[in-house]
């Protein structure tokens, strides 16, 4: 029997993506949960696994190939899959049996075929749908709703509902009219903007480049799928937020210390005690008392929405780019908790199996650079969040001690920015002395 496997349901906001690597081909026997080709979408790249057992019969999809929800795979031959198992099994000699060579050798006659096995036909249809409820499973399940009065998929419906948008004020630039998930985040970046309208606002044209060609050779690399979003993300945050850097410094001589005294102990918990995971700790209890960076501006209605969840993002550098995973309910945790949780989101985010659901959500960023260097620098903060912590490498610098003396102090050098549209400039001086 031949079974389809499918692109399923990835995140309530990604419906397609683009092949990076196909995994298998034509004849190669695969098992439920192996992986069939490496995926990349506007938010991760990962793997997506089969939701059958067999051989493989057809991979229609090749590097490039840019494949949507539902479109098929790969188209998996099960019961060639049993057959061969069936095959290989017949071939083991059962124990204590003697061969045709051994009786030809010995001078006996020659056995008769062992019987072949009976073929038990697999569930094929339960383990596709066992497949592709575990795989949903790790991500976001989408209800399904009738009746929708704009053309617009469940999946869009929902993103425009989180993001309190009418959808039916939205424009669709899908054929027939039909609204996109692009479409609901331009109308929201308008929103932000103080210029929305009944229908989508259309970007602005962008300048024209000169002719490299005059002046010399050149090649031309088209953008990833994560740097095509990152780039957009971060034009439409750097035009819509006011942004403001403040700057300062930790002493963490006693706190290094510390960090090395347990770090034993939390990495036979399963994670890396380091100072990104300290500070995911640190800021979360300062989100809890100073509210207002832990929270979002709507700009069409007037209003200040607080978050009750504490949920904080880590940028990851991959070799596709800077991701984001979120740490949720870090308010909640312990550091050994969160150090399992940060090397282990880190983990995936680097070998491309993080989930896209697994990067939404963050109220709070924090981006650490001090294992490359640096001293300072002015992040940009990712919208709809309202500010991100920086941090720099740590140095040995001489401190004014009480006594009329200098010591050697570990020094970290930390780097606020902040949407000025709801912190003021002492707000974010108060909230990084306490850091």
């Known amino acids: 029997m031949i079974v389809e496997i499918r692109l399923p349901e990835i995140s309530e906001n990604v419906d397609a993506g683009d092949v990076v690597k196909v995994l298998v081909g034509a004849g190669d026997r695969v098992e439920v949960d192996q992986s069939l080709i490496e995926l990349e979408t506007e938010k991760a790249v990962f793997e997506v696994p089969s939701t059958a057992a067999g051989v493989i019969s057809e991979v229609p999809v090749k590097p490039g190939d840019s494949v949507k929800v539902g479109d098929v795979i790969a188209r998996v031959d099960t019961e060639a899959g049993a057959a061969v198992t069936a095959k290989e099994t017949a071939k083991q000699p059962a124990a204590g049996t003697k061969t045709a060579q051994d009786s030809s050798a010995s001078g ?14 697999e569930p094929v249809e339960d383990d596709a749908d066992a497949g592709t409820e575990k795989l949903r499973g790790a991500v976001v399940a989408v209800a399904q709703e009738q009746g929708a009065p704009v053309p617009a998929s469940p999946t869009v419906r929902r993103l425009a509902r989180e993001l309190g948008i009418e959808i039916h004020r939205v424009g669709g630039s899908g054929p027939g009219g039909r609204i996109t998930s692009e479409d609901v985040h331009k109308f929201a970046k308008s929103i932000i903007s103080g210029a929305a309208s009944s229908t989508s606002t259309p970007a602005s044209p962008a300048r024209s480049l000169p002719d490299f060609a005059r002046f010399g050779e050149f090649e031309r690399t088209p953008m990833s799928k994560v740097r095509q979003l990152t780039s957009h993300n971060l034009a439409a945050a750097w035009n819509t937020i006011p942004h403001v850097t403040q700057h300062d410094e930790a002493d963490i001589t006693s706190l290094d210390a510390a960090r090395q005294r347990y770090a034993a102990r939390v990495e036979a918990a399963g994670g890396k005690l380091t100072m990104t995971s300290i500070l995911v700790k640190v800021c979360a209890s300062a989100l809890k008392k100073f509210p207002d960076f832990n929270a979002s501006i709507d700009a069409g209605r007037n209003e200040i929405i607080h978050k ?8 990851v550098d991959t070799d596709r780019g800077l991701l984001v995973p979120v740490v949720r309910d870090a308010d909640r945790k312990n550091i050994a908790q969160l150090s399992a949780d940060v090397t282990q989101l880190a983990d995936k985010a680097r070998h491309k199996k993080i989930m896209p659901d697994e990067m939404e959500g963050g109220n709070f960023t924090i981006s650490n650079l001090g294992g490359i260097g640096g001293v300072g620098f002015t992040p940009i903060v990712n919208w709809p969040e309202v500010a991100i912590l920086g941090v720099s490498r740590a140095s040995m610098k001489p401190v004014y001690v009480a006594g009329d003396r200098f010591e050697p102090r570990l020094v970290l050098p930390l780097s606020l920015s902040y949407d000025h549209r709801l912190i003021d400039g002492a707000a974010a001086a108060r909230f990084l002395r306490w850091v």
């Open 308 to 315: 009750r969840y504490v949920n904080i993002g880590i940028a």
């Open 108 to 121: 006996g006659a020659k056995p008769a075929p062992a019987a072949r096995p009976p073929v038990r036909p």
